[in-house]
């Protein structure tokens, strides 16, 4: 992976929020995998052409901090960074912020172990390591 930030442009949609137009907590995983898909996509790799060739990404640790409320229809940036790599695990790390403010509102981590379709586990490719 040449590229090992990337950050995309979250707009939170309306049945994503309570009825006070706040972002609810279970939407941030949601967002979380859609910034290491685009990270992935800007390192070349689409996960549907992973998976075809019997590589597979599961979350076996997900943290994540709120110290901001998102609100509906305001613009978001989410930067995602891969922080590690070992030879069956990567890590990531994630930044939620406004982007006309930096005002950080949330903060978070996984970690994805590479499996095979059956769900073992299973070296990440040696073309995907960093450096």
């Known amino acids: 992976m ?3 930030s990337h950050t995309i442009t ?6 994503e929020t309570d009825q006070a137009g706040v972002v609810h907590h279970t939407v941030y995983g949601v967002w979380l995998e859609m910034g290491r898909t685009e990270l ?12 075809k ?15 901001r409320p998102a609100f509906y229809d305001e613009q978001l940036e989410l930067t995602t960074t891969c ?11 994630y930044l939620l912020k406004r982007p006309t403010t930096g005002v950080v509102l949330a903060e978070g981590k996984t970690t994805l172990a590479c499996v095979d379709a059956e769900g073992k ?11």
């Open 2 to 4: 040449q590229k090992e």
């Open 121 to 131: 586990v299973q070296r990440v490719p040696e073309y995907m390591n960093l450096g």
């Open 10 to 15: 979250i707009v939170p949609r309306y049945c």
């Open 53 to 67: 060739t019997g590589v597979f990404f599961v979350v076996v640790d997900m943290a994540i901090r709120y110290r």
């Open 40 to 51: 992935l996509r800007a390192n070349g790799y689409v996960y549907r052409d992973l998976e």
């Open 83 to 93: 922080t590690g790599m070992s030879m069956a695990r990567v890590e990531h790390s």
